[in-house]
């Protein structure tokens, strides 16, 4: 018991000498997980986004003209075979057409100078569960991309099929918007995280400093390492964990008054929830506790020495 | 209980500060190292505490081969070695109770051994009544006698004191001699670096002298020079 409320006593002294520059060591320690966890949210936002573009799309299978009843059967049940595929619908001629100047009412030029009836193909509208099952039914139908002359154009092995809708740009387009997001919110968290593990550390020296006196004492009378380190280490660990607290606070802030107020402006994007935000507690918490360990090693160097 | 083999010890700098010095201290003994400025008094004190290695050969302290004890063990052996310096190294902010008590604190000692035994030993060093007091509140000589108690709380088997008079008037050095006669006497080895002439004449202990890193002179119930 003695010994607690000596590690205690000591962290608190610690922590009231150095009070402006804790302070400082603090509010780093809040931006950088602030920041950590708004990258986090903002990942997670943006997966939901991406889920919502992706999940349960249509991909149109393009039929060769002219089309036989025989085929649409035959292809309608190949396609309903395939894993993934919730119904196919056939789209003729007349319905395709209606669609396509619903599109375009507000052109007229363009329709009128558009033969619809022999422009728009036929086609057979495939629900999927996912995006990236499209490939399962290219690969059903054997459709394949071909570069001929500069420019792509995609090949159907399947007799009556001309094209599959090309997702494919579209996914490696989403995949390198998440990616580059990520990456530069991580890199602006990470870049912070140092900066407050540098600060923390920095704080911690500056306390073992002032009270160099204090330590060379205690080495004197036979105090081991760990009795002479604890209490800054502490004292790292209550800095990195108030700020990680105010972070959490703050997150929770960004929810309630951005993010709830965005909601019903925009029905069909997908937002945050408290849930999301509970989500990446534990990770701010690991956070911080990582600044400190980090901190306390690199701050105490310089002290290891007996 | 203190040894030295062939002891040589060369600083970084390039400084000989001890040169084959072969020492050997029993159980209990009173022994004055005295010497110059720069004879390697104050480097005989930090070896024995393992604050310095020796370069060549080897320091025994309280039966322990000092180069084969880990730097994880050093403060295990520090707790059986008190000192005593010549600016006291108490903390201007902790009253005499609680600079001896951090002593006992940092070392993991509980608040019933603490309570115990600090007014004891203050009481020993002739400050019973002084507990409360603050450094700056206290004279010169009080406040050795408070550092002295701290060395002494936690019963070492030596004590090391560099200069423990140097600041000083003659007069209440004698009283901190007779102190650490008192010390001695209950079976502490003491060691004490210092060049006060007048001390060491008139007590007549041991005397170890240095000269420019070497033992020039060892002879028991000495004079200074």
């Known amino acids: 018991m003695a010994r607690f409320e000596y590690f205690f006593r000591e962290t608190a ?13 603090m509010s780093t320690a809040f931006i950088a997980l602030f920041l950590f966890g708004l990258s986090l949210l903002i990942a997670r936002e943006f997966e939901l986004v991406t889920r919502v573009l992706t999940g349960n799309v249509e ?32 789209w003729d001629k007349k319905r395709s057409c209606e669609q396509f100047r619903e599109l375009f009412a507000n052109q007229p030029v363009f329709l009128e100078n558009v033969n619809c009836m022999e422009v728009i193909p036929t086609s057979l509208r495939v629900n999927l569960s996912e995006v990236t099952d499209f490939r399962q039914i290219t690969a059903a139908l054997g459709c394949q991309t071909v570069e001929s002359g500069g420019q792509e154009r995609q090949e159907c092995a399947e007799p009556g099929v001309r094209s599959v809708a090309d997702y494919q740009k579209l996914l490696d387009r989403l995949n390198a918007i998440t990616t580059v997001l990520s990456l530069s919110v991580f890199a602006i968290a990470v870049i912070m995280l140092a900066s407050a593990i540098g600060l923390v550390a920095n704080t911690l020296r500056m306390g073992m400093f002032a009270r160099r ?19 800054f280490l502490i004292e790292g660990m209550v800095e990195a964990l108030v700020g990680a607290a105010f972070a959490i606070a703050f997150l ?25 935000v509970v989500a990446v507690t534990p990770l701010i918490l690991l956070a911080a506790a990582v600044v400190a360990v980090i901190a306390g090693t690199i701050g105490m160097r310089r002290f290891l020495d007996v | 209980m203190i040894s030295l083999q062939h002891v040589t010890k060369v ?49 025994y302290v309280a039966g322990k081969n000092l180069s084969k004890v880990t730097s994880f063990k050093v403060p295990h052996l520090r707790r059986n070695v008190g000192t005593v310096f010549q600016d006291y190294k108490l903390l201007q902010d902790k009253t005499a109770f609680e600079n001896v008590a951090f002593a006992l604190e940092v070392i993991g000692k509980a608040k019933h051994v603490i309570d115990q035994r600090v007014p004891e030993i203050l009481e020993y060093v002739g400050l019973g009544d002084k507990l409360n007091a603050f450094p700056d509140e206290l004279s010169g000589g ?20 560099d200069e423990p008079t140097g600041n000083l008037d003659p007069n209440t050095s004698v009283d901190i001699m007779r102190l650490l006669d008192k010390v001695n006497r209950i079976g502490t080895t003491v060691v004490m670096a210092t060049h006060d002439q007048a ?15 070497k033992v020039v002179r060892d002879q028991s119930r000495g004079v200074y020079s």
């Open chain 1, 13 to 25: 002294a610690g922590l009231r000498r150095n009070g402006v520059v804790a302070f400082a060591a």
């Open chain 1, 59 to 90: 991909v149109q299978v393009y039929l060769s003209d002219p089309v036989n009843d025989g085929t649409v059967t035959r292809l309608t049940e190949r396609l309903q075979q395939v894993r993934g595929v919730a119904n196919v619908d056939y």
């Open chain 1, 213 to 231: 006196k204090e330590i060379g004492i205690m080495r004197l009378v036979g105090a081991t390492n760990w009795r002479i380190r604890v209490p």
């Open chain 1, 252 to 276: 929770f802030g960004v929810k309630v008054f951005f993010v709830d107020s965005l909601r019903g402006t925009a029905p069909w994007l997908p937002l945050i929830r408290n849930t999301d």
């Open chain 2, 11 to 59: 600083y970084r700098n390039g400084v000989t500060a001890l040169e084959d010095v072969s020492v050997e201290i029993d159980k209990g003994e009173f022994v004055f190292v005295v010497g110059p400025s720069g004879s390697g008094k104050s480097t005989m004190i930090r070896l024995l505490l393992k604050q310095e290695e020796a370069t060549n050969g080897d320091v």
């Open chain 2, 142 to 161: 009080e406040q050795q006698r408070v550092s002295i108690a701290r060395a002494c709380v936690n019963r070492p088997l030596v004590l090391l004191a």
């Open chain 2, 199 to 213: 001390i060491v004449d008139a007590m007549r202990k041991r005397v170890i002298e240095l000269d420019k890193g």
